[in-house]
């Protein structure tokens, strides 16, 4: 009985597997795109003081890219140790650029923008602390893809890093964004 039951096991196997699947189109379909009538749409040529303006925060944003991994230090501003006001003041003051020195004080220069309006080389402003009454926090625009904005800055814990304004701490602690360049 029990050899009945192995054979009869065995076949269902072997003649199981091959059953044929069943197409559920009939036809093979073809999609056609035809181009469209309009002239093409153009980008227009940066201006020349646009242009300036991008080579100015490209060169920002490089000089605070070379203190990546830096570890942190309350009122540095060197390689031995930076705090996050501190890495966008030396990358500022390195390209000529004069600016105050701590981050409530470089929240109330420059002209506010909308998060949308956030570009490469704006500064990011937050309220970390426990009472979140000032602001207390900086962080330097370094890539905007869609949504998505990096930025360079100073944390106690792990020194001088690139976050996403869509991790929920920094985005908790979103302030206001300010255009300086």
Request: proline share 2%; with cysteine.
């Amino acid at each position: 009985m029990l050899r009945k039951a192995l054979y009869f096991l065995a076949l269902l196997v072997l003649f199981g597997c091959g059953a044929k699947k069943k197409r559920t189109y009939s036809k093979t379909r073809t999609v056609t795109v035809e181009a469209s009538k309009e002239e093409p749409v153009v980008p227009e040529e940066p201006s020349r003081k646009e242009k300036r303006k991008n080579l100015k925060a490209e060169s920002v944003v490089e000089t605070a890219m070379a203190f990546s991994g830096t570890r942190y230090r309350f009122g540095g501003t060197t390689k031995k140790g930076m705090d996050c006001s501190g890495l966008v003041f030396v990358s500022l003051q390195e390209n000529d650029i004069e600016f105050p020195r701590v981050s409530y004080q470089m929240a109330e220069r420059g002209k506010r923008i909308k998060v949308k309006q956030v570009q490469k080389g704006d500064l990011l402003f937050f309220k970390t602390g426990k009472n979140r009454k000032r602001i207390n926090h900086v962080g330097l625009v370094v890539d905007v893809k869609g949504d998505d904005i990096k930025f360079i800055h100073s944390t106690s814990s792990r020194g001088v890093i690139v976050s996403s304004l869509r991790e929920g701490y920094w985005n908790y602690a979103f302030v206001r964004a300010t255009r300086i360049l």
